[in-house]
């Protein structure tokens, strides 16, 4: 009888070893490698040979092909996907348990279902008579869907060879395994292997295939990093299950932008768009509270407005403590350090505390003018004007940097009723073209805190 033979497989990145180790060469991981049977190689002798001849192309010879986009009915998942589900493509879902993404799905089979398009959901999770009930919740017919409960792709991937459907939804991929492959299902052998066939059944046949990815308590999906690499589009659920809405982001794209993001608020009939995410981001503002402040960031091409709220209290104990929610916690170290510097705003018996509201996370430098005055006015008690908003990025010296697209964040707030706008000087040119609100520029931060009048 053949020996058995065994291999350790990092479960993050997917590097192979013989034997256990406490940390991944590759990527750095701790306590990441899984024992694996190692399953021996199929080709044989008489294995068909692969030395034929193959040449390279040149570009100029080869002939582009048109991308064919099907529209899912939901404009915001459209926007994301940059313009909606392109034919043969391999999308990735990931997002917490619970926040949405079975949902969005089957409400997505529904709209390409009244299309024409034939759609097969196959759910490892879930039997049909679970997915029926939450299909009439959420009025979602079923002329042109097709249930299969299955884990085993040998199965699934008969089935589809006979259906022959427009969408394949695999909800989830590791739930899946492969019969030939003798690890157990979620392993790093079988997301991998079952990704790549799928990828493969889906450009060879052209047929879209959206995949489900749990993710790991880190938040990032579970699985080896190169399912993300393996896949052609990686969209992310976030928000906070408490609340009402929904940000699907797309950090991977390779049919259209990465910057866009889609907006929805879950109801008890499903997903639900917002079409004007700013004025349902400022909903329930306090007025006339010291600590709030208004800005403005671009996420790809649509500008979105944010509430900043702050807290400044002293401290009893010898280190202050700081904290940031939605934003990095390092930036806004860096922003109190400057605040202290250049504009002699003491801080160091103060804890601070920094929260964008809603619970949406944003990463654009242009929040530092806001974030000042935030923990400014909290520090001072002294409010900012209700129909102020601020945006600009900050640097070390205490300058006050040029942001990206100004005008189209100026527009956004006059739109929503605000009445002036502090912005960087070297901005000021572009945003005066703006009516109905009036501009105030500023070249530093001292600047900046005199103009909202918070010192």
Known sequence: MAKIKTKYICNQCGYETAKWLGKCPDCGGFSTFEEEIEVPSSRGKNAPSLERAVKPQNLDSIRALEEERTSTGMPELDRVLGGGIVQGSLILVGGDPGIGKSTLLLQICSSLGDNGKRVLYVSGEESPQQIKLRADRLSVTGHSLSILAETSFNIIEAVIAAEKPDLVIIDSIQTMFIEDIPSAPGSVSQVRETTSRIMHIGKRNNISVIIV????????LAGPRMLEHMVDTVLYFEGDKRASYRILRAVKNRFGSTNEIGVFEMGDCGLTEIDNPSEFMLTG????????????????????????????????????RRMATGMDYNRVVLLIAVLEKRANIQLASYDVYVNLTGGIRIAEPSLDAAVMLAITSAHTGRPVDKGLIAFGEVGLTGELRAVAMAQKRVSEAAKLGFTSCILPKANLKEASRVKGIRILGAGSVEELLHLAQVI
């Open 285 to 320: 503002r306090a007025e006339g509270v010291a600590g709030s402040v208004v800005t403005c960031s671009m996420e790809g091409t649509r500008p979105l407005l944010i509430e900043v709220q702050s807290l400044v209290s002293y401290t009893s104990f010898g280190i202050p």
């Open 213 to 220: 990815g749990h993710v790991t308590k880190e938040g990032a």
